[in-house]
């Protein structure tokens, strides 16, 4: 399984009434192209993937929350378990795709690649509903049950190395500013709220 | 709940949290906001996140403010450095407004010797992340600080610091004299 079967798999399983975040890379051509809707902000930052959708997890709480997560980006930051694990979002799913190396940058090995089990630490940190999947099949069954257990979940796809080659017109085209205001403005009109009104007149 | 051992500055920092409509607090709790942690977990209007490391804060501010709520996150200013590359990501990649209160570890008359380095990084901190900051040291200012706060955060899509001492502070540095 190379990530764009797992995200193919994922994708119907998203709808426009779900918040998401996605990690750096790769994920983000992607998703880009297999998302449902402008419902993703497109995290540019490793390790605040998760922290991102604790956020929304938290404030939105009627909502499903989904973080498309990496093995580089939860291992910058592995506290997030931690405090994934004592707040527990009912509404959150972590999802990260655990290739094993930094891919973009040539393919360097992550410590996942060696001895370390992501799905173990987020258990050992609190989180409950922590498991790993390495076919599309467990994916898809685990993906669904997790997403509407009405509980916190980490799932930790393995996956093999590979970029998908999308086509230049087709790569994702926006940049950090485009990425919040496509994001913002969606939740603006999902949530019937105003979060980044025009200037005041005075 | 505040109590009458309460000190003021907390009561009139939990106020300006309500009227300012925050609604998720992050912290690293210390020792000069003390109370204030306190507070903000025994209070259930505000959804109380305290973490690890001050890295992770940015991003649950960040997410906070997509979904269209007020969140602030409190550090020492030790902490700043923890959280400087993901301040600095969201600042300039993403324009994201957030609100930083930053407690004034190593303030004029500071005697241990552990704060003094966290008081001589905060500045040059803030200003190589381009952090527009202001000093809050007494408690009539505490409300407007953090009013105004929110306002240009917003109003410039960037992260702006209070750095919080004096008699705004558990223990001042000046009270151990």
Redesign the interface.
Known sequence: MQRIDAIRAIAPMITPDDLL?TSIGGTWDDWWNLKPADNT?F???L??????????????PHRRIIALESDGSMLL?T??M??MG??RPANLTILVFNNGIYECIGGAPTHTSRNTNLARMADGAGCINCETVTDVDGLTSTFARLLDDGEFGFLVANIEPGIFPWKTKERKPT???E??YR??RY??KL?D????PG?PQN | MATDQTPEYATVFMEALKEAEVSVVTALPESLLATVYRLCESDNAIRYIPVTNEGEMPGICAGTYLAGKRALMIMENSGLRQACEPIARFNFQNSMPMVIVVSYRGEWGEQNWWGHNHTLTMEPLLKSLRIPFRYVSEIIDIKPAIKRAFKHADGSNGPVALIIGGNCVEVPAYAKD
């Open positions: 975040t902000f995290t540019g930052i390790g605040s993937v998760s922290s991102t959708a604790l956020g929304l997890a938290v404030s939105l930051n506290g997030i931690c405090t004592a707040e940049d950090g500013i990425d919040k994001f913002l939740v603006e949530e709220v105003v979060i980044h200037a």
